[in-house]
């Protein structure tokens, strides 16, 4: 069955067809939903709201986008609405020390260059690294980040300016 006829089912009331809908796409709203809050444990509740949200405004969807593309939209809400609820930042950060320990042993490099920029991006100031996840990584327009995350067009361009500029530095180390 095509993802088409899923949601379509989905919209009529199909259970089985929405948790096949969660299944071809929990992953990428969990990894979303991870980089934006840097937290496995919030990551996976913001995850669980996502898709209980999607339920309910499954009506809403209209076909004119990927599936996927609206479930993105209305994680990215979810988390900077939580965010803003909550009002801190700071509450978003992992703690260096949960993050995997690196192996000096030379052998999967790739692996290790992966948990350094993850490592390096938990560091970033929380703006800069919300600015920089949902601009670089994530691909929004400067234009859609000022909108939602409620910032001037130039200090969202500012954000990413500082967060590559300290990215660069972290990962010469």
Request: with cysteine; proline share 3%.
């Amino acid at each position: 069955m095509t993802e088409a006829e899923l949601v379509r089912q989905a919209q009529a009331g199909d259970t089985e067809a929405f948790e096949e809908l969660y299944r071809l796409h929990v992953s990428r709203i969990y990894g979303l939903c991870l980089r934006m809050c840097a937290n496995p444990a919030k990551a996976e509740d913001l995850t669980q709201e996502a898709f209980i949200r999607a339920w309910q405004k499954l009506s809403s969807f209209r076909r004119q986008s990927s599936l996927l593309t609206w479930l993105h939209r209305l994680t990215v809400n979810l988390v900077l609405g939580e965010i803003r609820s909550k009002g801190r930042w700071e509450s978003r950060l992992t703690a260096i020390d949960s993050l995997p320990e690196q192996s000096d042993d030379g052998a999967g490099a790739k692996p290790e260059a992966a948990v350094d920029l993850e490592r390096a991006i938990s560091q970033l100031p929380p703006q800069a690294r919300m600015v920089f996840i949902l601009h670089d990584i994530e691909g929004y327009k400067h234009k859609e980040i000022a909108d939602l995350c409620g910032l001037a067009v130039g200090t969202s361009k500012a954000h990413l300016h500082r967060a590559r500029k300290q990215l660069r530095k972290a990962l010469k180390r």
